[in-house]
């Protein structure tokens, strides 16, 4: 049963009855849902200030998870780019160097990559964490363009490894005749007196004393270019040439055991010592060429003597004498 309402009127001065309109009762309604409504409101707004929403929460580990795994691929690309200059210091300082070529320009190696709008479709998705992912993206970039120059480097090197290869093989590194005890080396090169006409004349070449037969070895690879027969001068002779400026020639021999156009490596049998042309006794006329040049061969002997054998060799060269031929 609802409760009846007084109120003191002064002007009759008796308690009179609240009469309750439907105005008032909408007026009350009214008041207390509006009460209500903020409230909630309220409520609402203190829930979301302290509490996530499944949802919310569900983003916020997504985006969590996402700078973990954009930290975690940051760290790989500064190990990938520790690895990569690590690589590059050896391509420099060790391959470069070693195989005598000049290092990389630095300026080569840290220019940027090209384009103002390269990541303009990065920036058109208007993403949270858009710098971060710009800068990883140009660092990725750049790491491939570190790889790629690297890449070109370690195939010159290759180039170059092979090149050297081929050098070394074609210097004139061995002596052309069997000479274990260094008796052979009868004259060295310079000036010497001229077996026939007895005055002072350059020795362009060394003289290995040895019998007639005695075999003759190629000095180094290369190709035999020239054979010819003649009964003065050098007599039978023959020249190889070596590429890379390198040429040697052996003279007075008494046969050849190779052909025009014959491809030769180092220690090869090439032919015998004899006595043909303007010689007084069996003997090989052995010179060098660098460049055109004539070079005293003696100091090509390095492969097949130590120290001691090279320094007797030396001593034996130095001897002014006569020499055997021409």
């Known amino acids: 049963m609802a ?6 009127d002064t002007e009759t001065c008796k308690y009179e009855r609240i009469k309750t309109t439907s105005g008032d009762i909408f007026l009350n309604a009214l008041g207390l849902l509006s009460l209500t409504l903020a409230m909630a409101v309220g409520l609402v707004v203190l829930y979301s200030n302290y509490f996530e929403s499944p949802r919310e929460l569900l983003l916020s580990n997504e985006v969590k998870e996402m700078e973990y795994l954009y930290q975690n691929l940051s760290k790989e690309v500064n190990k ?3 690895e990569l200059a690590y690589l590059e210091h050896r391509d420099d300082n060790i391959y470069r160097a070693v195989l005598g070529a000049e290092p990389i320009d630095k300026s080569v ?6 384009g103002v709008d390269r990541y303009e479709d990065i920036k058109k998705k208007d993403l949270v964490h858009e710098d971060f992912i710009i800068k990883l993206h140009e660092r990725v970039d ?5 790889v790629y120059i690297e890449s070109k480097s ?3 090197v290759i180039a170059l490894a092979e090149n050297k290869e081929k050098l070394f093989a074609a210097i004139p590194a061995i002596q052309p005749v069997a000479n274990k005890e260094l008796i052979a080396l009868a004259s060295g090169f310079g000036m010497r007196i001229h077996p026939v006409y007895k ?3 350059m020795h362009t070449g060394v003289d290995f004393a040895a019998a007639i037969g005695t075999p003759i070895y190629a000095t180094a690879d290369g190709i035999i270019d020239k054979l010819e027969v003649s009964f003065s001068g050098y007599g039978k002779q023959l020249e190889i040439d070596h590429g890379f400026g390198y040429r040697t020639r052996f003279a007075h021999m008494h046969g050849f055991a190779v052909r025009f156009g014959q491809k030769v490596k180092r220690g090869d049998l090439i032919g015998y010592v004899g006595e043909t042309g303007l010689s007084t006794a069996p003997h090989l006329h052995y010179e060098v060429f660098v460049n055109g040049i004539h070079v005293n061969p003696i100091h090509y002997f390095f492969n097949d003597l130590n120290a ?4 007797k060799i030396i001593e034996l060269a130095s001897i002014e004498n006569q020499s055997l031929g021409m």
């Open 3 to 8: 409760r009846i309402k007084y109120y003191y």
């Open 80 to 82: 990938l780019d520790n």
């Open 109 to 114: 190696r840290e220019a940027g990559v090209g």
């Open 142 to 146: 750049k790491l491939k363009r570190k």
């Open 154 to 156: 370690q195939d010159d």
């Open 199 to 201: 005055v002072r004349k």
């Open 308 to 311: 001691k054998e090279y320094e």
